[in-house]
């Protein structure tokens, strides 16, 4: 009877990973839309995002649901209740990444940008790195591939910083760096979200 209970339990525990990693999976997929609209920005027409951002949403939302009932279903105790408290955050965590990725693909296409700068691309790219690193450090419970998260989050800071510290030295803004200003705040917020699901590994399983 034990052996059964502990099975069911495991099984609803899987259940509730599985959808984090379909949540993660529209993630990725939302963050390689916004690399390819930053490498072509004609596409940004094309690319909306508002499809995978609703069902993120809907994702995170059942998530949360699903873990308040297993905690109200088992009773979890230690470090097991930890990691279900986890999954609600990492969850929402996930979806507010693919809500900025939105939001970049809507910023070019409102503003009509014709090219990106190196820099914003790189930005972006180490951003998604850490989204990966950190969701995989998370969900097979591994900290070392945690580490060096913090690291690539001060390099997106200070491409947003750099930005700022531009634009505040014109007059005069040109759309294109005020556009690139306002991207790199958001994948920035991409790149914080990734760092919060970083610590959330590496408070749980130090």
């Known amino acids: 009877m034990k052996e059964d209970y502990v099975a069911s339990r495991e099984e609803d525990l ?24 930053l490498k072509n920005p004609s596409l940004a027409a094309e690319n909306d995002l508002s499809a995978n951002a609703m069902l993120a949403e809907h994702l995170k939302d059942t998530i949360h649901s699903e873990a ?58 180490h951003a998604k790195e850490m989204v990966i690193r950190s969701f ?31 634009i505040a030295s014109m007059d005069k803004v040109p759309k294109k760096d005020a556009a690139s200003c306002i991207i790199l705040r958001q994948i920035e917020r991409i790149a914080d979200h990734a760092t919060y699901i970083a610590r959330q590994t590496l408070r749980l399983f130090e």
């Open 14 to 37: 899987i259940h509730l990973e599985s959808m984090l990693q379909r949540l993660f999976k529209i993630t990725i997929e939302s963050l390689e839309i916004v690399e390819e609209t």
């Open 68 to 125: 308040l009932f297993f905690i109200a279903k088992w009773h979890p105790l230690g470090r097991l209740l930890l990691y279900v408290e986890s999954i609600i955050k990492v969850s929402y965590d996930l979806f507010r990444i693919v809500k900025y990725a939105y939001e970049i693909v809507l910023t070019i296409n409102m503003t009509s940008l014709s090219n990106i700068d190196e820099h914003v691309l790189l930005a972006a790219e």
């Open 136 to 166: 995989e450090a998370f969900l097979k419970r591994v900290k070392e591939k945690a580490k060096g998260i913090e690291e690539l989050d001060a390099k997106v800071d200070r491409e947003y910083r750099s930005c700022l510290s531009r």
